[in-house]
C-alpha cells in the first residue's frame, strides 16, 4: 500500500490524500482551502477532476467546506462517500446560501467495513466541532493506515476518544490532523468548561449575542445549557434552526422540541423569494415569539449579516446590558464583515468576549492517540507548522507533497 499526499502537508484546509495498492486508488477529503475565494484556483487532478477516470472512489471525512466543498468537481463516474448526516448539512448549507444541490453520494455507515477494490475502508465516529464526523481506518497488503481527518477529545464525544482507538489497535501509518500546531493554543479547556464559563458571563449581562458557526452543535448545546441555568430564552437565527432541527435528535436545542427555544428571522430574509421562503422561514414562523426577547433576558445567535437586526433592537430599547461572546478561531477576526460587525457593536456599547474551545486536537491529544495505536510512521497534514510533529512523537517522517510513501 502506497500513500500520496496531494495537498496538506503544509496547509489548513483543503487537504487531499491519496492511498492506492496496484489494482485500486481513493482519495480521502477534497475540499476548499481554508482561505478560499472566488480568484483562488483550484487543484485539478487528472482521473479525478479530468480525463478518464483512475480512481475508484472518494471518502470524506465531515462537513466542513475545507473538506467536502469540492466533491461537486469529481468525475461523476467516480463514488464518493459521506456520512448521511454530514451529506445532510452540507447540503443545507448549500441550498441555503444560494449554491448547487450536491452531486450524489453513497452512505457511509460508522464501524462497518467497506471493501472497494483490495482496500477495506472502516468509518468511526470521532469528537470534532462538526457533527458524526469520522476517521478511516484503511487496509490493505497486509498494512494499516489510520487517516484521522479532524479531531478531538474535549467536545462531548470526547468520551469515546480511547475507546474507539484500542478498538481499531496497531497500525502502520498514521496521517494525523495538525492544525493546533500552528496556533498558539493556550487554553485548555473542554465543552463542559466553556459551558460553566459561559454561565458566568450570562449572569452579568441581561442581552448574550452569540457569533459561532451554526455547523458547531457542541458549541449551540454548550450555550443553551448557560442560557437554561441563567433563565434566560435561548433565540436561534432561522439558519442555525434550520441546521438543527434537520439532525432528528431530540437532545439538541431545537425550537420544535424545546419550549425555551426560539428562532430569529432576520430583515435580510424579507427580500428571499417564496420557494426560499417555503423551505427555509415557513416551517419555523410559529416559532417567532416576542416574549423571546421583550423582557431583555435572552441569549441570541447572530451572523455578521445580521447587524440591521441588533440596531433594531438597540433602537425600540431592547438592548441595556449586552455583550457579544465571540466564539470561533481567532483568525476568523481578520474577515473585513466581521471586524466591521465587532467594532458597529463595540458603538452600541456592545463589548466583545472570547470563549472558544478548539475543534482539533491538541498536542496531548495527538500523543495520546500515538501512544495507543503505536503507528510505525506518521505524517502530519492539515498544519502550516509540521515541523513540530518531530517534537511530539516519535516515527514521523518528513513528506513533501506528491511524494510517495510506502507503508
Known amino acids: 500500500m502506497k500513500v500520496r499526499i496531494l495537498k496538506g502537508t503544509n496547509t489548513i484546509g483543503g487537504c487531499i490524500t491519496e492511498i492506492s495498492t496496484d489494482k485500486t486508488r481513493i482519495i480521502v477529503d477534497f475540499g476548499l482551502d481554508l482561505d478560499y475565494d472566488e480568484k483562488s484556483s483550484i487543484l485539478e487532478i487528472e482521473g479525478l477532476t479530468y480525463g478518464q477516470p483512475s480512481y475508484d472512489a472518494v471518502f470524506i471525512t465531515h462537513?466542513?467546506?475545507?473538506?467536502?466543498?469540492?466533491?461537486?468537481?469529481?468525475?461523476?463516474?467516480?463514488?464518493?462517500?459521506?456520512?448521511?448526516?454530514s451529506k445532510k448539512i452540507y447540503t443545507l448549507l448549500e441550498k441555503f446560501t444560494g449554491g448547487k444541490v450536491p452531486r450524489k453520494t453513497i452512505d457511509l455507515k460508522p464501524n462497518v467495513t467497506l471493501p472497494v477494490g483490495d482496500i477495506c475502508i472502516t468509518p468511526y465516529v470521532v469528537?470534532?466541532?462538526?457533527?458524526?464526523?469520522?476517521?478511516?481506518?484503511?487496509?490493505?497488503?497486509?498494512?494499516?493506515?489510520?487517516?484521522?481527518?479532524?479531531?478531538?477529545?474535549?467536545?462531548?464525544?470526547?468520551?469515546?476518544?480511547?475507546?474507539?482507538?484500542?478498538?481499531?489497535?496497531?497500525?502502520?501509518?498514521?496521517?494525523?490532523?495538525?492544525?493546533?500546531?500552528?496556533?498558539?493554543?493556550?487554553?485548555?479547556?473542554?465543552?463542559?468548561?466553556?459551558?460553566?464559563?459561559?454561565?458566568?458571563?450570562?449572569?452579568?449581562?441581561?442581552?448574550?449575542?452569540?457569533?459561532?458557526?451554526?455547523?458547531?452543535?457542541?458549541?449551540?448545546?454548550?450555550?443553551?445549557?448557560?442560557?437554561?441555568?441563567?433563565?434566560?430564552?435561548?433565540?436561534?437565527?432561522?439558519?442555525?434552526?434550520?441546521?438543527?432541527?434537520s439532525l432528528d435528535n431530540k437532545h439538541i436545542p431545537n425550537p420544535i422540541d424545546f419550549s425555551n427555544v426560539y428562532v430569529w428571522i432576520p430583515v435580510r430574509y424579507k427580500k428571499k423569494d417564496i420557494r426560499f421562503k417555503n423551505r427555509f422561514i415557513l416551517p419555523f414562523e410559529k416559532y417567532k415569539s416576542r416574549k423571546a426577547y421583550e423582557k431583555k433576558n435572552y441569549a441570541m445567535m447572530v451572523k455578521t449579516s445580521m447587524l440591521e437586526d441588533i440596531m433594531k433592537l438597540h433602537r425600540k430599547g431592547l438592548i441595556d446590558n449586552a455583550c457579544l461572546v465571540y466564539s470561533m478561531w481567532n483568525g476568523y477576526k481578520e474577515n473585513e464583515e466581521t471586524k466591521k460587525f465587532i467594532e458597529a457593536l463595540k458603538m452600541l456599547g456592545i463589548e466583545a468576549?472570547?470563549?472558544?474551545?478548539?475543534?482539533?486536537?491538541?498536542i496531548?491529544?495527538?500523543?495520546?492517540?500515538?501512544?495507543?495505536?503505536?503507528?510505525?510512521?506518521?505524517?502530519?497534514?492539515?498544519?502550516?507548522n509540521s515541523e513540530k510533529l518531530f517534537s511530539i512523537v516519535d516515527n514521523v517522517i518528513d513528506v513533501e507533497e506528491n511524494e510517495e510513501v510506502e507503508v
Open 63 to 85: 462537513s466542513h467546506g475545507d473538506h467536502i466543498g469540492l466533491i461537486d468537481r469529481i468525475l461523476p463516474d467516480i463514488d464518493v462517500y459521506v456520512e448521511p448526516v
Open 127 to 245: 469528537d470534532h466541532s462538526a457533527y458524526n464526523s469520522l476517521m478511516f481506518l484503511i487496509e490493505a497488503d497486509d498494512r494499516r493506515v489510520l487517516h484521522t481527518g479532524d479531531y478531538r477529545r474535549n467536545g462531548y464525544k470526547g468520551s469515546i476518544f480511547e475507546s474507539t482507538l484500542r478498538q481499531i489497535g496497531k497500525v502502520d501509518l498514521v496521517i494525523t490532523e495538525g492544525t493546533t500546531l500552528s496556533r498558539d493554543v493556550t487554553k485548555k479547556m473542554n465543552e463542559v468548561e466553556l459551558s460553566w464559563t459561559a454561565t458566568d458571563i450570562f449572569l452579568k449581562y441581561r442581552q448574550i449575542f452569540i457569533l459561532q458557526a451554526s455547523t458547531n452543535v457542541d458549541r449551540i448545546t454548550s450555550f443553551y445549557k448557560a442560557a437554561k441555568r441563567t433563565n434566560k430564552n435561548f433565540i436561534e437565527d432561522i439558519f442555525t434552526c434550520n441546521i438543527v432541527s
Open 353 to 362: 468576549i472570547d470563549l472558544h474551545v478548539s475543534g482539533h486536537a491538541d
Open 364 to 384: 496531548e491529544t495527538i500523543k495520546a492517540l500515538c501512544e495507543i495505536v503505536k503507528p510505525s510512521k506518521v505524517i502530519g497534514i492539515h498544519t502550516t
